[in-house]
């Protein structure tokens, strides 16, 4: 069994920054990519950004240029360091896991608040 725990996420004002971690822990032998995803109330839940194994990175339109994600692969870990915060970017974090195999777990979440 595969648990992801995420870490970090607070209250800040417009214009700060925050930095999000992720620790993976469990039965993981070949994860494929590790990754951020947030959800707004009433809204989907959206990709923030992902890097695979070999280090590819994919990060979505409105946090170019603001939000950087790395990973530590020999700690399973993944860290989203997160810049120039806008209000728009409050929502729940969450921390995505798919391995080699196919399986995709989640994180619980980590609440981050944008507010003056």
């Known amino acids: 069994q595969v648990q992801l725990v995420e870490s970090g996420g607070g209250l800040v004002q417009p214009g700060g920054s925050l930095r999000l971690s992720c620790a993976a822990s469990g039965s993981i032998f070949s994860v494929y990519l590790m990754g951020w995803y947030r959800q707004a109330p009433g809204k989907q839940r959206e990709l923030v950004a992902i890097?695979?194994?070999?280090?590819?990175?994919d990060y979505a339109d409105s946090v170019k240029g603001r939000f950087t994600i790395s990973r530590d692969n020999a700690k399973n870990m993944v860290y989203l360091q997160m810049d120039s915060l806008k209000p728009e970017d409050t929502a729940v974090y969450y921390c995505h896991l798919v391995s080699h195999t196919s399986y995709a777990y989640w994180g619980q979440g980590t609440q981050v608040t944008v507010s003056s």
């Open positions: 890097i695979t194994r070999d280090g590819r990175i």
